[in-house]
Structure formats: structure tokens, C-alpha cells
């Protein structure tokens, strides 16, 4: 099947807060969510944007029941490791299920893969340091088809290897800890 | 014990990547930390940095007996929530070993979710949206002062909690995946 993927504009804002519910709903995390359309406006496309967007799109025949040409996202940003330097971490990967096992997901990877090899050649052209060498991101353990899905394509579960668990202090934990005075 | 909490300086390099080495150390990771003095400094200290530091002194009179008086570092970065939006991720938190106990650990993560009022401080200033509503990090399993350490500020474990697992694609993997033509 024919797809295009391409970086996202503020026009894909409301396809990609669609997505990102349905993702949710499969992730048994629906109440988790209260980011809205605005705040993806605003967050991703300001002069400093806090996260980088690529969406998937097919053509019109291919368009889904209720109409729906975007089809698949991937949110990421720019993170650092202390053991390697550079790195992305992508914060979303979504296929709509019935475009899955078409290689949509894979090539959305593949793509932030190579911004890797874009902020090399802005090393030669502007002489900054060379670019990310991995990508980071969560997968929830019981996904056992996206579990496999990254680890062919060589990823490796830091968690199971190394005992990392992520961890998220928020609400009113993170309010506590701002207030308090060092 | 007095010390003092400051944003770091280009001149901290060396004792932050010195304490990176005794963090690894720690961890049984030290084999997988090839990051250097120069990518610190190169990548924390640009126009455009990948990562901010603060970092921990104490006066001379207290300074170890290898004669260092900067005794603790943080690494953060702004990062993004697809459920939350605006965050904030801490890549390290370190204290030197006989300076723990002291409440400086909890001083360094007070000063970075302060980062948030910061933010919203610009909002106001600056018409921008709110600031970061969470922290993430990730910590070792088996490192249970840490767990209890992180916990008792109301840190919740989301790996054990949900069920994410961080995970990783990097070396060969990494390349493969840039080089494969979506």
C-alpha cells in the first residue's frame, strides 16, 4: 500500500489528539490522558517547540470507514544520555490497527532513525558535534506484539537486562517537591 | 552542613564527568559510559544545549579528602508527555558517597521540578503556556536506597505500576534502522 510520511504541521494537530486517544484506549490508559488539541498547537509548533511530530498518510482510496487519510504518528524530542550523549526518544508510535503489518510502523522508526544522519551533515555544515547514536522509549510489557516488534528490529529492553524502571513524579508529589525550600 | 545549588558552568565539566564515572561505577555500568569531558561541554554548554546541569558545592572546610569541593550534579532535559504534555526527565542525580544523608539529593530534585514555576513565571512574562506538570527518571532495581529514596518524594514506579519498560536501540541496531529506506 502507498503511504507518505512527512513532518507534521499544526493542520495535523486534531488527526494526531485522535490518534493519541486511540492509542490510550489500547494502552488501557484513557484517564491517564488530559493533553488537548491546544496544547499540541502550542507545545509542538512555537519558534522552541518541546517535541517533534511525523505522520503517516495514505491516499483517498485507501481512506478509512469514517474518512480518515492520516493514519499513523510519531512524536519524539531530542534527549541526552550520560553514558553516550545524543539521543531521541520517541515518545509515540501509533499505526491505526487496520494499516498495521504493512511496514508503516517500521518505516516512521526509520525516519527518526535518520534524523541522526541530518544532524550529522549539519556537523559538517556548521561544524557542531556529530549526532544521536540511540533511540529511546518505553513499551508496555504485557504488548507482546510491539515488544516483538522492536526487539526485531534490534532494540533492547533495558529494563529486563539492566532491573531500570522508569519512574514520574507529578500532581501533587511534584507540587510538594517544587515547594519545598533547598 | 552548608552547600550551595548552581546552575552548572562550562568549567564544571570535569568534575561532572568525573562524577558520571564514580555514578557508573555504582551502577556495575562504568563499561557502557563512553560519553567525554569535550561532548559535555560541547553539548551542554552551545547556543542550542541537549542537556542543563546544576551542580552541588560545599565550602573548602568540607571539601573530601581528594580535595573536591563540588560534591553533586544533576542532568535534566525539557522533555514531552503525550498523556501530560510538558515534562521534565532527570538523566542522573548524583551525591558523593559520604556527603548523602543531608537532604542534598532532595535539594537538587526541589530545584529542578522549581523549573516548573520558572516556566509559568514565563508564561505570564511571555504569553507562553504553562510549565512542566511531571519529572521522569529512571532508577536500578536493585539500588532500594535509591527506590526508597525517590518513593518516599512520591515518586511513583511506573514499571511496576503499568508496566513499562524502558527500552533502547542503539550501535548496529541504530544504524540499520537509519539505513533502511522507508
Chains 1, 2 share one sequence.
Not at 484506549?25 to 491546544?38: F, G, L, N, R, S
Not at 492520516?70 to 515518545?91: C, P
Not at 503489518?101 to 526509520?110: E, N, P, R, T
Not at 501533587?172 to 519545598?180: L, T, V
Request: hydrophobic content about 35%.
Amino acid at each position: 500500500m502507498d503511504f507518505t510520511i512527512r513532518a507534521a504541521t499544526l493542520e495535523d494537530c486534531e488527526d494526531i489528539r485522535r490518534m493519541m486517544s486511540e492509542l490510550a484506549e489500547y494502552q488501557k490508559v484513557a484517564d491517564q490522558v488530559t493533553i488537548t488539541q491546544k496544547d499540541l498547537e502550542q507545545d509542538g509548533f512555537s519558534k522552541k517547540p518541546f517535541f517533534h511530530a511525523i505522520i503517516t498518510e495514505v491516499p483517498e482510496q485507501h481512506k478509512t470507514k469514517d474518512g480518515h487519510t492520516k493514519i499513523g504518528y510519531s512524536i519524539y524530542f531530542y534527549t541526552y544520555s550520560s553514558w553516550k550523549g545524543r539521543a531521541v526518544f520517541m515518545e509515540d508510535l501509533y499505526v491505526m490497527p487496520e494499516f498495521r503489518g504493512k511496514g508503516i510502523g517500521k518505516a516512521l522508526m526509520s525516519k527518526i532513525a535518520q534524523l541522526r544522519d541530518i544532524l550529522m551533515f549539519l556537523k559538517c555544515l556548521l561544524g557542531r558535534a556529530a549526532g544521536c547514536t540511540q533511540l529511546n522509549f518505553t513499551v508496555l510489557n504485557w504488548n507482546k506484539t510491539a515488544l516483538d516488534f522492536y526487539q526485531n528490529q534490534g532494540s533492547v529492553d533495558v529494563t529486563s537486562d539492566l532491573g531500570y524502571h522508569y519512574m514520574c513524579c507529578h500532581g501533587d508529589a511534584f507540587q510538594k517537591m517544587a515547594d519545598s525550600d533547598p
